[in-house]
Structures are given as structure tokens and as C-alpha cells.
């Protein structure tokens, strides 16, 4: 492996991060490389709750999954990053920071987003009772240089699994 390898999953709530960033990950173990998944839920739980969800609490979660990723992938461990990402500007300055970092997009439609949607965020927002929702009163900026773009409203969780796979396995092999 080359040492500073992060995969970041980023889309919008509901699109399948945790679930292909987990899926990955148990790939990338048996492949026989170390590995550390960073979902934005749980490293907010590491911080505490000081961050709210609005644009400017949301670049600063992702400010702190870019120092644990990149503290993490500098000791030779695939840290895989699975966070809705909605700002360019903060993707291009985790591009710039870390050696290795490949952006996967996974693309959704909002009907399907709504239909996975457990928690009922998006009828929430569309309703007005709920506010700071990326896609709906928050926006999110369509990806300019996304490594890898996968549409999660048209492929299952192991057709997702191996078209990362195809596009990230020479990064881990080139140790």
C-alpha cells in the first residue's frame, strides 16, 4: 500500500455511504491491509455534540475527518471516509491535503433517497419542520472531480462494492 491511501464516500443522507463504506472496508481486510472507517455520525459522537448541522458546523466536521484521516492514512492504514461532503471547496482542500485521497460520488435520485429515508429527513424538510438538510434547504455542490462517480439508486451494495474495488485496488497493491 502507499501509505497515504483515503477513500472518501461522500453524497447526500441516505445514498448508501455507511452501508458500501462498511462493505468495503470488510473487502479491504481480507485483501490483508489495515483499515479504518470514519462515518461523520460516529466522529461527531468521538467530538461531542458543539456542532450543529448547519453550512459552517458541517466544513468543520469535515475539517476534523480530514486530520483523523489524514493522521490515520499517514501510518500506512486505508482509512475510508464516509461523509456528505456538500462544499467543493472543502473536497478540493482534502485533495490537496492528502497523498492518495480518491473521491467516490454516489449519485442517488431524491425519489429513492425518500424511499430509504428511515428517519424521514427529506418529508421533513419538504414540510418545513425541519431545517440544515443538504439537498433540500442546504445545498449541495454536484461534485467537479470525483474520482469515481457510482449511481447507488441503480446498482445493489455488491455491484457498488466491485466497481470500487476495480477502480481502488491498485492503490492498495502498490506495496
Known sequence: MDGNCSIWLMGLACAGKTTLSNLFAQRVREAGHPCVVLNSPNTRK????????????????????????????GQDIVTIVSLIHPIEEDRQACRKTIPGYFEVYLKCSLDELMRRDARELYIAALRGKKKNVIGMDLPFEEPKASDLVLESDKLNPSNLVEALWKRTSHLLSAN
Open 46 to 73: 468521538v467530538f461531542g455534540t458543539n456542532l450543529g448541522y448547519d453550512l459552517t458546523s458541517r466544513r468543520k466536521q469535515t475539517k476534523r475527518m480530514l486530520g483523523l484521516a489524514e493522521m490515520i492514512a
